[in-house]
């Protein structure tokens, strides 16, 4: 079970209040998610999500939103790369935030 965090407006969109929980589809292998098999899941249990977390074209991530998890900044990873042990065991929540600009 993964646990997401979305930001207040993603939440109001999807029609979800809290954290959302996924059970990813298929063999996790020995434990490894990755942030695009997240993501991927994320999209097709809410698919009015759809290119307003990441491109819908290329797959890339929006330039206002990041990516935390274990206190660490995910945001530039490739979404390929396997997440930390303790999101992927759902201790801890893979959090996606609205960044901010300006100033």
Do not use: K, W
Not at 60 to 86: I, K, M, Q
Not at 88 to 95: L, S
Request: proline share 9%.
């Amino acid at each position: 079970m993964i646990r997401v965090v979305l930001p207040a407006h993603l939440r109001n969109l999807a029609h979800v209040t809290g954290e959302v929980r996924l059970d990813l589809p298929g063999p996790q292998r020995a434990g490894r998610v990755t942030q695009g098999e997240v993501l991927d899941a994320l999209e097709a249990r809410y698919p009015m999500l759809l290119g307003t977390i990441r491109d819908r074209r290329s797959g890339r991530r929006r330039a206002f939103v990041r990516f935390y998890a274990c206190e660490e900044d995910l945001s530039n990873a490739p979404p390929e790369a396997p997440l930390p042990e303790r999101v992927v065991a759902g201790e801890e929540p893979f959090i996606i935030l609205g960044a901010m600009a300006g100033g």
